[in-house]
T-cell receptor, first 116, second 116 residues
Framework: GAGVSQSPSNKVTEKGKDVELRCDPI?????LYWYRQSLGQGLEFLIY????????KSGLPSDRFSAERTGGSVSTLTIQRTQQEDSAVYLC??????????????FGSGTQLSVL | AQKVTQAQTEISVVEKEDVTLDCVYE???????LFWYKQPPSGELVFLIR??????QNEISGRYSWNFQKSTSSFNFTITASQVVDSAVYFC?????????????FGAGTRLFVKA
């Protein structure tokens, strides 16, 4: 498809288990972002990739959270030893941002994570 | 420090009223970009507008208009003659340079209810 694809769309897991969330950005988009949106809340910045590198990891809530991006394309957000407070919608976005200018973000539909 | 403040958590208006959503930002960059996004009840974020820091011209697009004032670090959004379909959460966002790319953060959002 032409848009940002996230999988799974829904994930229910038990407290303490690890989860992997996947984001497939629009082809050619150099910038990739992960945000978290708790119920009725705003978008919390988690991490940003420019190519395969992450210039800013400051938004990751704890060392249980990690993310990687390979081949300048697909990104995976991993949450280890999930806690109930991790329950939220995890949104991925990509853009054609370069050093010269920034364009709008294209968002995926998100992964709804529920930790029981 | 990069920060976006949307002081209005919720606004409720009656159809055909005008409504202004406020956005105040903080940045140390001289080059930055501001955005507005809409998140309807369906959940997927939709881009509305992008402005760069060098362009303070106000913009009008149909019933939507934006007022960018660097002197007050504000980028406010007005909907004229609101309609029920305008009911959504509206997010203001700021992108500033970070190591060859741009980092984008969002305000907490303003939930707009338009009643018939």
């Amino acid at each position: 498809g032409a848009g940002v694809s996230q999988s799974p769309s829904n994930k229910v897991t038990e407290k303490g288990k690890d989860v992997e969330l996947r984001c497939d950005p629009i082809s050619g988009h150099t910038a990739l972002y992960w945000y978290r949106q708790s119920l009725g809340q705003g978008l919390e910045f988690l991490i940003y990739f420019q190519g395969n590198s992450a210039p800013d990891k400051s938004g990751l809530p704890s060392d249980r959270f990690s993310a990687e991006r390979t081949g300048g394309s697909v990104s995976t957000l991993t949450i280890q030893r999930t806690q109930q407070e991790d329950s939220a919608v995890y949104l991925c976005a990509s853009s054609l941002s370069t050093g010269g200018a920034v364009n709008k973000l294209f968002f995926g539909s998100g992964t709804q994570l529920s930790v029981l | 420090a990069q920060k976006v403040t949307q002081a209005q958590t919720e606004i409720s208006v009656v159809e055909k009223e005008d409504v202004t959503l406020d956005c105040v930002y903080e940045t140390r960059d001289t080059t930055y970009y501001l955005f507005w996004y809409k998140q309807p009840p369906s959940g997927e974020l939709v881009f509305l507008i992008r402005r760069n820091s060098f362009d303070e011209q106000n913009e009008i697009s149909g019933r939507y208009s934006w007022n960018f004032q660097k002197s007050t670090s504000s980028f406010n959004f007005t909907i004229t003659a609101s309609q029920v379909v305008d009911s959504a959460v509206y997010f203001c966002a700021l992108s500033e340079t970070l190591r060859g790319g741009f980092k984008t953060i969002f305000g907490a959002g303003t939930r707009l209810f338009v009643k018939a």
